[in-house]
């Protein structure tokens, strides 16, 4: 069965510092993809980042980087230089290549950004 | 380009009535799905499919219907509706037969109560 834990219900982060949101997984799917998607207060799931289980190169979206490790089955998400607007929900979800397209999410993160 | 389109934004139910939440995509997805986010919860699969005339049960079906006459609709059908259905759901599609490495594109919800 696969799985996505999301161990920080909640994290606080001044203005213009740098965070890192966990993510651990479990799989037994040698090919699948990590997504990390955003929720603000307003209610919509937004995309965030996508990381391959195949991809040597952590990847990256403007101010939103990914920390792949692997052998620790980790996909972090670091959001640099916080913006008051980064404050919301963020989840980390997971597609095997076995479950057919459906993808499993983890608990979230409430991430709050001070002034 | 509307992307996923859900229809009502928001319903309140008496316990035992019936409805049917609408989700239309313009993007060519085969694959669609239906998610329900409990208050400071994850997203939990209810249904899904992965392409017209095909359907398949998720994590927490019980108590639901879906149908798949189209591409671009995914209805979700509420039968006697149960305070415990109260919850906000959400549709998404995906090009999910291009593998795991598929985002899925989100609706922007329904909330719906049921008292």
């Known amino acids: 069965a696969q799985k996505i834990t999301q161990t920080q219900p909640g994290m606080f982060v001044q203005e213009k510092e740098a965070v890192t949101l966990d993510c651990t997984y479990d799989?037994?799917?040698?090919?699948?993809?990590l997504f990390w998607y955003k929720q603000p207060s307003s209610g919509e799931m937004i995309f965030l980042i996508y990381?391959?289980?195949?991809?040597?190169q952590n990847a990256t979206e403007g101010r939103y980087s990914l920390n792949f490790q692997k052998a620790r089955k980790s996909a972090n998400l670091v959001i640099s230089a916080s913006q008051l607007g980064d404050s919301a929900m963020y989840f980390c979800a997971m597609l095997g290549s076995s479950n057919t397209g459906k993808l499993i999410f983890g608990q979230g993160t409430t991430l709050q950004v001070k002034p | 380009n509307a992307g996923v389109t859900q229809t009502p934004k928001f319903r309140i139910l008496k316990i035992g009535q019936s409805m049917t939440l609408q989700c239309a995509q313009d993007?060519?997805?085969?694959?669609m799905y239906w998610y329900r986010q409990d208050p400071g919860m994850g997203l939990k699969l209810i249904y899904y499919?992965?392409?017209?005339?095909?359907?398949d049960k998720g994590e927490v079906p019980n108590g639901y219907n879906v149908s798949r006459s189209t591409t671009e609709d995914f209805p979700l059908r509420l039968e006697l509706a149960a305070p415990s259905q109260t919850s906000v759901y959400f549709c998404?599609?995906?090009?999910?037969?291009?593998?795991?490495?598929?985002?899925?594109?989100f609706g922007n919800g329904t909330r719906l109560t049921v008292t």
């Open positions: 990381q391959g289980s195949y991809d040597e």
């Open positions: 993007m060519n997805h085969n694959y």
């Open positions: 998404a599609s995906s090009y999910g037969d291009r593998g795991y490495n598929s985002p899925l594109h």
């Open positions: 799989t037994s799917d040698q090919s699948y993809g």
């Open positions: 499919s992965v392409g017209a005339g095909i359907t």
